[in-house]
């Protein structure tokens, strides 16, 4: 994820901090499959202008969600050519249809050297589900999307970014590496469960790169303490 970095300008101000970026998809969502979809798909030349922003900076981190064929129609020519990587995302249900990614394309990413994990069965929210839906969100769907990249899945992305303290204790118990969640503040490079910002329809290269910046302290301060309060209830 990232690229070394060849610069440091925009770098955060304090040491360690990462900003780990989340795309759900690039140019148009002709059909939502959920409502609100379309409101996290970014215009194709936003996204490529994101892309340029983060060449050289070994602060950010990049990463997919939802498994939409703009993932590899879009954003993989584009990483490759600016020499980044990324974790994708993509949701075990939805494989091979045709507005997702296929078990080939899994392994077109994977052989361009980007990560793939899980986003589960269905986009439904992990929290208080009962054994039998965990079992598919958490274990059935992560071994489908092994079997389809060809190799172990380690990681997941939360649906929806909902969590509490039973489920973090159920994806440690399942072995999860790290977690990444919707929480909007800054990643320290040991954490085990990874805050990120989606990029949304609203955006612009200017928010994007005031974000890239200088991250709002107030906000993340809050949004850290919400997750706190997620983890313990």
């Not at 994101?50 to 950010?60: H, I, P, S, Y």
């Not at 949701?91 to 077109?108: F, H, T």
């Not at 503040?185 to 974000?211: K, M």
């Amino acid at each position: 994820m990232g690229s070394q970095s060849r610069h440091s300008r925009n770098k955060p101000k304090e040491r360690g901090e990462l900003i780990h970026l989340c795309f759900h998809g690039v140019g148009t969502c002709a059909q939502e499959r959920e409502p609100g979809e379309s409101a996290y798909w970014v215009p194709r030349e936003l996204f490529l202008a994101t892309l340029d922003a983060v060449v050289g900076r070994d602060d950010v981190h990049l990463s997919f969600d939802d498994g939409n064929r703009s993932d590899v129609d879009v954003a993989l020519p584009a990483l490759v050519e600016r020499g980044l990587r990324a974790d994708f995302f993509p949701l075990a249900g939805r494989l091979n249809d045709d507005k997702s990614l296929s078990a080939e394309d899994l392994r077109a990413l994977r052989t361009a050297g980007m990560t793939i994990g899980t986003h589960g069965w269905h986009h439904v929210p992990w929290r208080g589900l009962g054994p039998e839906p965990i079992q598919r969100e958490l274990v059935d769907a992560r071994r489908v999307l092994s079997d389809a990249s060809g190799a172990p899945v380690t990681i997941a992305a939360l649906p929806l970014g909902r969590y509490d303290r039973r489920l973090l204790q159920e994806l440690r118990r399942q072995g999860y590496e790290r977690v990444f969640t919707s929480d909007r503040f800054q990643a320290h490079p040991r954490d085990w469960l990874v805050p990120r910002y989606s990029i949304r329809a609203t955006d612009d290269l200017a928010s994007i790169e005031s974000l890239l910046a200088q991250p709002q302290r107030f906000r993340n301060l809050r949004n850290d303490l919400a997750s706190r309060i997620k983890r313990l209830r």
